[in-house]
């Protein structure tokens, strides 16, 4: 359960992040020809508008504004019952002429002589309110003040040709009568404009279901392009009715079951001792971490996918986990990309081609101002892949702000690099970082390790420098196989004289005397004591589960061979070997077998008669058989050949260790 939970998780978050639109699956370029097959349309969609023909549109409307004026009914009324008031003298009968004109001039409109300058193109139209109803009217019906005056003269001089009409006017104040009655509204005018933009028509075709596209190895016009995007348009946001839903969700939930059983099946191959454990949960967690973040930037834009720092994922897992693995899990973790993003063939390659390099830099890059460099060795290896998509008309373009994006992400990983001291504590791993300072021989652990027990100090030593050749033979966790190495006997500081390398503390026959006064059984019991000793000290020193591992595992269930053989010599009863059997675990990591069969070498070498290569092959061989034999390394991830390369470099280590020396003649004096 501890392995499928997570799992089953995992895939839930895939579901609900899995896009829920279509991905137009074609890249194309204007200028350049179709590499596909002929595209034919599956249904009817518009043609959409390109942002250049709309602005040249909605600049063309700005330049026909349509005035708003609103008709004042109390000029008119008033500007009318001012005709009763004229002193006309002896032609008085023209007043109900003058009144007659100037009501139908007003019913028409009049504004001021300077009025508003209408547009040259077509007929000039403005829109009248009267009455709460706006109206539109053709420019040529209203008249301007001067117009209207003179409008007024030719209606009554026309009733009266035989009166001098202009000069009655003029002393009477008749054309005083006539006023703007419509007034300009500024404020309307630029709202009704602004609203007739919007009413631009984005459209500008139709391409029917079955229509022809563009055939292949066609030049994409500019023409051809535009229906391109408008399908692509319409192909993205219509997969709920192209497709019927439940479909949908049963690809999206078959997909991500997929995906999380990729990711479970590349650990297992990869590092079965993973499984269950916080480790693999941490793995989980990295994933489902960048699967949000690629989600979220498809969401809002896909463009900040560039921004993403995927080989921040990379680095995550290279602090804690081989390089086999950190590889495997990577790329799954790169694969959403593929579902989600239009562009997500070239974004996988390029963020690929980074994260591994980045595994291998990262051995060198990793501590202080040195992380800058990483990441501008990241930010290099995604702009060659990215220009050689360029070059290839994957990418049309090369905007700053996308160039931005990629140096901002590869900078990101420098920013989020410290929060792997928080993934450390929170799922009890240990960072290289972390077992660096494990290893400081100067820490005040080991220097009580020394203070107490200096014989299985130098053991200690002994026995890590030995598992540090074994394990870069085939290519092991070197670090934590020394750290493991280092702290395996810590357990011995509580009785330290139960052990032979501690007898010169008080004396060389020190040991001897100890346990000369304890029955076998008991020797053993205090002996076999060491491991839960060291578990309890290395819960008092605060060490990461993976370092108890090499404690609990570096004896497994071994017998302790000496006092056992004395137990039956002196006639107890074999079936009692569980008194003398370790309640340790057997190895399951390479580490963790190459520990075991260190610790075992470096204390029987001490005993070797004969030093030669054939007396070390031998002890290495003994000693690695036994082991075998009694089934030590049954559940170990190690493969007989990486077997066989851990024995030949413990036979070389132990040659180099114990190699002849020449005797220095005395001097004569």
């Not at 349509?66 to 009324?77: A, F, K, M, W």
């Not at 019952?81 to 004109?101: H, T």
């Not at 049309?396 to 702000?401: G, L």
């Amino acid at each position: 359960m501890k392995t499928i939970l997570p799992l089953l998780l995992a895939a839930a978050v895939l579901v609900f992040c899995m896009p829920r639109k279509a991905h137009f699956s074609y890249n194309y370029k204007k200028g350049s020809a179709w590499r596909y097959e002929s595209l034919v349309a599956q249904f009817d969609f518009p043609i959409y508008k390109t942002e250049e023909q709309l602005q040249e549109e909605m600049s063309s409307t700005s330049e026909n504004v349509i005035p708003y004026y609103r008709y004042s009914e109390e000029t008119v009324n008033r500007r009318l019952q001012a005709v009763g008031a004229l002193d006309l003298g002896e032609y008085a009968s023209i007043r109900g002429a003058i009144s007659s004109a100037a009501r139908d001039i007003y019913s028409h409109g009049v504004i001021s002589d300077e009025g508003v300058k209408f547009s040259d193109s077509g007929d000039p139209v403005l829109f009248i309110q009267r009455n709460k109803r706006a109206v539109k009217h053709p420019a040529s019906d209203v008249y301007k003040l001067s117009d209207a005056r003179a409008k007024l003269l030719a209606a009554v001089a026309s009733r009266y040709p035989q009166a001098r009409i202009d000069s009655v006017f003029d002393a009477a104040g008749v054309y005083d009568i006539i006023v703007p009655n419509l007034s300009y509204d500024p404020q309307t005018t630029e709202l009704v404009h602004r609203e007739s933009d919007n009413y631009i028509s984005p459209t500008s075709g139709y391409v029917s279901a079955g229509q022809l596209i563009v055939a292949e190895g066609e030049i994409i016009t500019a023409d051809i392009a535009q229906m391109l995007d408008s399908y692509k348009r319409e192909y993205e946001s219509n997969l709920g009715y192209v497709h019927r839903p439940a479909l949908v969700w049963l690809g999206d939930i078959l997909l991500a079951l997929l995906l999380s059983g990729l990711l479970f099946s590349l650990v297992y191959l990869t590092q079965p001792s993973l499984l269950g454990s916080k480790g693999f949960l941490y793995i989980i967690t990295v994933f489902l971490i960048m699967t949000l973040m690629t989600c979220l930037a498809c969401r809002i834009n896909e463009e900040l996918l560039f921004l993403v720092p995927f080989s921040l994922g990379a680095i995550y897992l290279k602090s804690f986990f081989r390089n086999r693995t950190v590889f495997a899990v990577f790329v799954v973790t790169l694969l959403p990309l593929l579902v989600f993003s239009s562009d997500g063939a070239p974004l996988f390659l390029m963020n690929f081609a980074a994260g591994a390099v980045t595994i291998y830099t990262h051995d060198f890059f990793n501590k202080g101002w040195k992380q800058f460099i990483n990441a501008m060795i990241i930010f290099a290896v995604m702009m060659t892949v990215y220009m050689m998509f360029y070059m290839l008309d994957i990418f049309s373009v090369i905007p700053v702000r996308r160039v931005l994006f990629i140096f901002l992400g590869c900078l990101l990983t420098v920013v989020g690099y410290p929060f792997v001291f928080l993934f450390e504590k929170a799922f009890d791993l240990v960072s290289s970082t972390r077992l660096a300072e494990l290893c400081d021989t100067g820490s005040p652990a080991i220097r009580e390790l020394e203070s107490k027990a200096p014989g299985t100090f130098q053991h200690s030593l002994q026995v890590m420098n030995m598992a540090d050749a074994a394990a870069r033979a085939i290519n092991a966790d070197v670090p934590l196989v020394r750290a493991g190495a280092l702290y395996h006997d810590i357990g011995k500081m509580s009785n330290p004289l139960c052990f032979v390398e501690n007898e010169s503390l008080v004396g060389d026959d020190s040991t001897a005397k100890y346990h000369s006064s304890l029955s076998a059984r008991q020797s053993a019991h205090e002996i076999i004591n060491h491991v839960s000793d060291g578990l309890a000290r290395a819960d008092r020193w605060k060490l990461p589960s993976i370092i108890k591992d090499f404690i609990i595992t570096h004896h497994g269930t071994t017998v302790v061979t000496y006092f056992f053989h004395k137990f039956v010599s002196e006639g107890g009863d074999p079936a009692d070997v569980a008194d003398f059997t370790y309640k340790g675990m057997t190895p399951k990591t390479r580490e963790q077998v190459i520990l075991m069969l260190s610790d075992s070498l470096e204390a029987a070498s001490r005993s070797l008669k004969e030093h030669s290569p054939e007396a070390y092959s031998e002890l290495v061989e003994s000693i690695t058989q036994g082991k075998v034999e009694a089934g030590q390394l049954a559940d170990a991830d190690i493969t007989i050949k990486e077997l066989g390369m851990v024995k030949e470099a413990l036979k070389s280590y132990l040659a180099q260790l114990y190699h002849d020396r020449i005797a220095y003649p005395k001097r004569n004096q």
